[in-house]
T-cell receptor, first 114, second 110 residues
């Protein structure tokens, strides 16, 4: 149980294009999901908290107009990186909050912007 | 806000030996402490967790201890195997607010 999927697992795009990443909780409902960014050999950096049916809460320094988050259902949250640039290249990981405050993570999406 | 410190940053052990990773936290209101294992190119996987009303928890070769007074908790892996090699993250949680340590890269040499 407690499986979280992400799609795509990796994506390469040209600078200036937008990329959408999906995060799904497969066997449980999650009113809250989280989006993290991870640079090589570093810890996870929380970008935003995604709440079903309401606006996401962004961490300080994260541009909400650049990283659009939509949590339209209890099992799906999406992160759209708008007008992506090479500095947005990173490993993006989502997690879903289950009962008991446990976060279960997806497998991550590696984004490379050329 | 919560601040989680994790030590050591790297740890190398011989197969069969034990490994210990330690974390401290600053917010006394934190009440849930999970440990995650992250293999290269993958998302973190929950391996064990402990709540503030428990001092120790064990699951086969993995154990976690919590000292609420000192605000520190530790991960113990016994009889390490090469497949235990990964990056391990501790976290301290209050409600939905989870803060991670910087991670420990564990290498188990066969």
């Amino acid at each position: 149980g407690a499986v979280v999927s992400q799609h795509p697992s990796w994506v390469i795009c040209k600078s200036g294009t937008s990329v959408k990443i999906e995060c799904r909780s497969l066997d449980f409902q999650a009113t809250t999901m989280f989006w993290y960014r991870q640079f090589p050999k570093q810890s996870l950096m929380l970008m935003a908290t995604s709440n079903e049916g309401s606006k996401a809460t962004y961490e300080q320094g994260v541009e909400k107009d650049k990283f659009l988050i939509n949590h339209a259902s209890l099992t799906l949250s999406t992160l759209t990186v708008t007008s992506a640039h090479p500095e947005d290249s990173s490993f993006y990981i989502c997690s879903a909050l289950a009962v008991g405050e446990t976060q279960y993570f997806g497998p991550g999406t590696r984004l490379l912007v050329l | 806000g919560e601040n989680v410190e994790q030590h050591p940053s790297t740890l190398s052990v011989q197969e069969g030996d034990s490994a210990v990773i330690k974390c401290t936290y600053s917010d006394s209101a934190s009440n849930y402490f999970p440990w995650y294992k992250q293999e290269l190119g993958k998302g973190p996987q929950l391996i064990i967790d402990i709540r503030s009303n428990v001092g120790e928890k064990k699951d086969q070769r993995i154990a976690v201890t919590l000292n609420k007074t000192a605000k520190h908790f530790s991960l113990h892996i016994t009889e390490t195997q090469p497949e235990d090699s990964a990056v391990y993250f501790c976290a301290a949680t209050r409600g939905s607010d989870m803060r991670f340590g910087a991670g420990t890269r564990l290498t188990v040499k066969p």
